[in-house]
T-cell receptor
Framework: GENVEQHPSTLSVQEGDSAVIKCTYS??????FPWYKQELGKRPQLIID?????GEKKDQRIAVTLNKTAKHFSLHITETQPEDSAVYFC??????????FGAGTQVVVTP | DSGVTQTPKHLITATGQRVTLRCSPR?????VYWYQQSLDQGLQFLIQ???????AKGNILERFSAQQFPDLHSELNLSSLELGDSALYFC???????????????FGQGTRLTVV
């Protein structure tokens, strides 16, 4: 089945700097790669996603890149703000539509 | 509001008991996922249903079972509860119409289960 690995597990950045989180997946048939942000005690919220027919997608300060050959995808957050502090999860859907998550990255943005 | 409704929000029960968690997916979504999130842990995939049929199974204990009904709502049954079953249980739904696997999934607010 699909296996998603996520790095780093924790990330501390200064406000205004960029943050990058990387994920790899194992199932070459995976075709959908969402990213979720989860604040403490709340539901994971979809913040951006990318499908296998594109290599990059941007939405204001966040962007996601996908390298299908290498089977990895990344989340980039620019000009980080304190409200970006949260746990971020990457995920991939396999050929059956099963949504498998990475272990998460705790992002701390310090003023 | 994601459109996915989970009830109850909180549940406190004793070891050995059985509980049922309920999930109503967004209107039109055919696929329902269940995840378990223990304290400071990730999202552990339990099971997925698609249009009433089991689609995929993860690390779901034999004491746990689920089903999806004709109206597409789903229930997760947890029995012979142990202290270690205390966690947040999330469901998520996704359209996946026509068998498409690349559709967005949205989460409910979760059910916090405490076993005492």
């Amino acid at each position: 089945g699909e296996n998603v690995e996520q790095h780093p597990s924790t990330l501390s950045v200064q406000e205004g700097d960029s943050a990058v989180i990387k994920c790899t997946y194992s199932d070459s048939a995976s075709n959908y790669f969402p990213w979720y942000k989860q604040e403490l005690g709340k539901r994971p919220q979809l913040i951006i996603d990318i499908r296998s027919n594109v290599g990059e997608k941007k939405d204001q300060r966040i962007a996601v890149t996908l390298n299908k050959t290498a089977k990895h995808f990344s989340l980039h957050i620019t000009e980080t703000q304190p409200e970006d502090s949260a746990v971020y999860f990457c995920a991939a859907t396999d050929s059956w539509g099963k949504l498998q998550f990475g272990a998460g990255t705790q992002v701390v943005v310090t003023p | 509001d994601s459109g996915v409704t989970q009830t109850p929000k909180h549940l406190i029960t004793a070891t050995g008991q059985r509980v049922t968690l309920r999930c109503s997916p967004r209107s039109g979504d055919l696929s329902v996922y269940w995840y378990q999130q223990s304290l400071d842990q990730g999202l552990q995939f339990l099971i997925q249903y698609y249009n009433g049929e089991e689609r995929a199974k993860g690390n779901i204990l034999e004491r746990f079972s689920a089903q999806q009904f004709p109206d597409l709502h789903s229930e997760l049954n947890l029995s012979s509860l142990e202290l270690g079953d205390s966690a947040l249980y999330f469901c998520a739904s996704s359209p996946q119409r026509g068998g498409a696997t690349n559709t967005e999934a949205f989460f409910g607010q979760g059910t916090r289960l405490t076993v005492v």
